[in-house]
């Protein structure tokens, strides 16, 4: 079992910035990849961003890339999601997951990940 816990959320004005938490327990953080996912009214959840187990390595959605940075820090079972330039179209409940097993799909299916966050929500005024 992984338990997760997002924090950061809030609210920010267009060409601001947030930097979202999301603690990790219950076993072994390096041993798993961890992606970011965000969904917001009337929309499916959407594929944000994913960080390697292995080397840390990251893949972005086409919507975030250049604007949003994931990191992990395995010592503190925590990964970030920092994200510059914010606008209103990234408003949403942004989720992190635990991708374990890495079955059901490829990376950005969520239908891929094992564990997810409650969620934070993120608005970004115009």
């Known amino acids: 079992q992984v338990q997760l816990v997002e924090s950061g959320g809030g609210l920010v004005q267009a060409g601001g910035s947030l930097r979202l938490s999301c603690a990790a327990s219950?076993?072994?953080?390096?041993?798993?990849?961890m992606g970011w996912f965000r969904q917001a009214p009337g929309k499916e959840r959407e594929f944000v961003g994913i960080?390697?187990?292995?080397?840390?390595?990251?893949i972005y959605a086409d919507s975030v890339k250049g604007r949003f940075t994931i990191s992990r820090d395995n010592a503190k079972n925590t990964v970030y999601l920092q994200m510059n330039s914010l606008k209103p179209e990234d408003t949403a409940v942004y989720y992190c997951?635990?991708?374990?097993?890495?079955?059901?799909?490829?990376?950005?299916?969520?239908?891929?990940?094992?564990?997810w966050g409650q969620g934070t929500q993120v608005t970004v005024s115009s």
């Open positions: 219950g076993r072994t953080f390096s041993n798993y990849a």
């Open positions: 997951a635990a991708r374990i097993l890495g079955i059901g799909g490829s990376y950005y299916d969520a239908a891929s990940y094992d564990y």
């Open positions: 960080i390697r187990r292995s080397d840390s390595r990251t």
